[in-house]
């Protein structure tokens, strides 16, 4: 059974471009969410969605923008990045509550 | 808001030894959800375990145990027996209450580095 698909693994990105990270997951799963992951913060929520529909979102500013599409896949979108936005990004899918999140391996982000 | 502190940034044992990582947590909520991930190297979260707050029952599996303690709002995790693999950092997290998908949001400690050493 395949896992949470995150692509790309690594990008590198210049200030001021944005950048689409993508996510696949698990088959069956229809919630998505998205963190992100950084020496000095930590792990903060940005956002989860469930059946296309954004339910919750973190305290980042609107250039982190997400959306699911009708096969749960999912996209998180950063536009014009800053170098604080380098970090993994990590996404996690949700069968039901008995279960908790599975993560996917994350997209490392550098901002150059 | 919610809160999770563990306060051990960083823990290095010799193999073998037993190890107990700490979590405190903060919550306003009657029911909450508190979670135990690993992040070896390769960088994705290992689910390791799921407990609510109506169950207090410690849990035992394997060479990972936990204890859960709401009276000092606390959900520490014991490796017995530690071995070079464990070697990871490990999270401890806090959810509000879940909805039939799961979690909405998971708020996370700041994770302890744990190394063992052969």
């Known amino acids: 059974k395949a896992g949470v698909t995150q692509t790309p693994r690594y990008l590198i990105k210049t200030r001021g471009q944005q950048v689409t990270l993508s996510c696949s997951p698990i088959s069956g799963h229809r919630s998505v969410s998205w963190y992100q992951q950084t020496p000095g913060q930590g792990l903060q929520f940005l956002f989860e969605y469930f059946s296309e529909t954004q339910r919750n979102k973190g305290n980042f500013p609107g250039r982190f923008s997400g959306r699911q599409f009708s096969n749960s896949r999912s996209e998180m979108n950063v536009s014009t990045l800053e170098l604080g936005d380098s970090a993994l990004y990590l996404c996690a899918s949700s069968l039901d509550k008995s279960y908790g999140y599975t993560f996917g391996s994350g997209t490392r982000l550098t901002v150059v | 808001a919610q809160k999770v502190t563990q306060a051990q940034t960083e823990i290095s044992v010799v193999e073998k030894e037993d190890v107990t990582l700490d979590c405190v947590y903060e919550?306003?909520?009657?029911?909450?959800?508190l979670f135990w991930y690993k992040q070896p190297p390769s960088g994705e979260l290992v689910f390791l375990i799921r407990?609510?707050?109506?169950?207090?029952q410690n849990e035992i599996s394997g060479r990972y145990s936990w204890n859960f303690q709401k009276s000092t709002s606390s959900f520490n995790f014991t490796i017995t027996a530690s071995q070079v693999v464990d070697s990871a950092v490990y999270f401890c997290?806090?959810?509000?209450?879940?909805?039939?998908?799961?979690?909405?949001?998971?708020?996370f400690g700041q994770g302890t580095r744990l190394t063992i050493n052969p």
């Open positions: 407990r609510n707050s109506f169950d207090e």
């Open positions: 919550t306003r909520d009657t029911t909450y959800y």
């Open positions: 997290a806090l959810s509000e209450a879940m909805t039939e998908e799961g979690a909405q949001k998971l708020v």
